[in-house]
């Protein structure tokens, strides 16, 4: 026969190990919201009445992200045991099942040799499961920025590659470009190896179709950029190579249904893959 001695050893032990599974699990999911906050970009109220995007808001290598509003310290709200809720993705129109395949993930040491004409036309085409867009290249005022893309998409570098970022608020971009980003894990961080330097940035402005680098800071251009669809005030940190001259409406589509999360900033809804990308003159 069990002791009543036994019996409250017993009940202490459980409750213990009870204890030390809502300990283990508010931390997880503490873990999980503070990777969440940890990846959205601070946006700046200047007393102009503009906004600023802190460093690292598009960022090629590090993981600044956006966030259209201040949050509040995720330390003062209460902690739930709950385990969060994965966010389900919807079908988007238009939005296709992507081309099978996954990025080559290649890397280089340093940036590619100048291979363009400066003085010459160029062509982007950025062929998605959503639709095709198309962009016509600065090469005059960005000629190593556009170099780097003829470069990487020769390589087939951006191919099958996602969109991983969508604001749709006080900025109003699809981020693109980062061969490391899933649909569902935060991006930023990925690129081919190499950066080069800023261009074309004095008097920069980000009006709707404009076509630019993402960045954590002067001279770290990569490979991830940004699509802007809406007319956006941001500080000329962040080098405008190109314009949209066919499927603005595509990444307005993209942008109309919002983000998985459905927060401001956050993962498209739909699933956006590049099946190709390709660099043509002419």
Known sequence: MVSSEQRRRQLARDKY???????VAAA???????????ASLAVVVLAGG????????????????????????PQ????STAEPTTPTRKPVEGCAAPAPGAPNGKKWQAEPAMTIDPSGSYVMTLDSNCGKVTV?????????????????????????TKCH???????????CGDPTASATVPG??????????DENLPGATY??????????????????????YKDTKLPPDYTPFGKITGGLDVVQKIAAAGTLEGTPDGHPMADVTFNTVTVAKG
């Open 188 to 197: 930023g961080t990925g690129g081919p190896g190499y950066k080069f330097a």
């Open 165 to 175: 970022r969508l604001t749709t608020d006080g900025i109003f971009v699809l981020q």
């Open 207 to 228: 009006p709707a179709g404009t076509v630019a680098m993402a960045n954590s800071g002067p001279g770290t251009n990569g490979s991830q950029f940004f699509l802007v």
């Open 17 to 23: 190990e009870r204890q030390m599974e809502r300990r």
């Open 76 to 79: 003062a709200a209460p902690t």
């Open 50 to 73: 503009g906004t600023l995007i802190a460093t690292g808001a598009f960022s090629s290598d590090d993981k600044g992200d956006t966030k259209a509003s201040a949050s509040a310290d």
């Open 28 to 38: 997880a999911a503490r873990k999980r919201r503070n990777t969440i906050l940890g």
């Open 136 to 160: 016509a290249l600065d090469a005059a005022k960005a000629p190593h920025t556009v170099n780097s893309f003829a470069f990487l998409a020769g390589e087939q570098f951006f191919d099958h």
